[in-house]
């Protein structure tokens, strides 16, 4: 019986140890170099330039790790924004990106002229500045994964006019001007959007961060406010552009780069042949109707404070260690014939798609200790 039990928990000291690896592996960054780190979410743009620029460029301008959100919307006042608008009216990213290009059929009129590529509700988050500096990770072109034309295109200017907010409108407009529309239309929404609640300064307040990240948000959003409400349209730009392309950086630095840090990229990194542009956009659904969407991840609204990388998931690792435990009893009478369990029938389970590892790693530890158990009440009751 001794035996059985070191086996038992030999077992179970290993499968825990296998769970433990891979909640770590989950939330382990995508590292460039010994000190520094993709920001989570923003690896297929971190390929796409690896792809763009190929062994041409030996650095990299990448955000500060995320404190909060993930992807293009790393650290951004407009993650918070869209976070409050959808806690507090339900409004959603598809929500706030439909009615800012001017509606659905509008949507997919602008989408035909980029060949409705996937990764164009992502354009809010992307930057255009420092004329499109070729170190910038998170520039349009590697998010949408290709080159960004600035000659005018005939007829995209007439769709982009029915955007809620078009600065390019009365003139002939380039692919670039159009995403730009796009994108200060989106941020013209968010301002209207959080102008209408009335507790806005409390719910930033309540947010689980630091006080200087609190009113790194506040100023942002209060500036951009006072920008909409007197009508300044230069400021307001000024405002979108802040709230969705400058990260909070620790100490605010003013340095024209909005606190994205020069990384040198090593010769092992940047001599690999990354994946063609069209992998990074395989299985993703056309543009068009309710399933533009599907699959998308809104950068803003994904991720919350996370004041660490290590797992969440680690403590219902111990579950089947306690249930393990608790079969082997003190063994201080293992003559005794202990009554038999009768298990509950089962409650009716949904069928859940492509369930994770860790729920596999968890019942099938769970099984092991039922069997465990039953093993042992065999060999009792014939032992009596």
Known sequence: MLKSNFKSIAFLFSTLAVVLTMCESATAQLRINERDSIPRGQESEFLEFQRQNNQN??????????????????????????????????????????RAAGGEDNYRKFAAFYDNNPQLP??????????????IMDRAENVLGETISRSPLPGLGSITNNFVWSPSRGREISPRDGLLDLKYAYGRVLFEEVAKIPDLKQQINSLDLPPDIRKF???NISQGLRNLKSGNESGLKQSV???????????????????????????????????????????????GGEQMMTGFIPPGLTETFIPSVTSPLWPYALIPLALLLLTFGD?????????????????????????????????????MGILNYKQRFMQTKSKS
Do not use: H
């Open 217 to 219: 948000y506040l100023d």
């Open 57 to 98: 460029l030996r650095q990299i301008r990448i955000m500060p790790d995320c404190s909060f959100g993930e992807g293009l919307g790393c650290n951004k006042t407009g993650t918070v924004v869209e976070q409050i608008i959808n806690q507090s009216r339900g409004t959603n990213y598809q929500d706030i990106l439909m």
């Open 122 to 135: 992502k354009v809010p988050y992307a930057s255009f500045w420092r004329n499109d500096d070729p170190t």
């Open 241 to 287: 552009l802040t709230l969705l392309s400058r990260p909070y950086t620790p100490g605010n630095p003013n340095d024209g780069w909005y606190g994205r840090q020069l990384v040198d990229v090593p010769e092992t990194i940047a001599s690999l042949e990354p994946p063609a542009g069209s992998t990074f956009l395989t299985g993703l659904p056309p543009v």
């Open 331 to 367: 063994n201080g009478s293992s003559q005794a014939v202990e009554p038999p369990i009768i298990p509950p029938e089962p409650p009716t389970t949904q069928t859940v798609p492509e369930p994770s590892a860790l729920t596999a790693l968890l019942l099938f530890s769970l099984g």
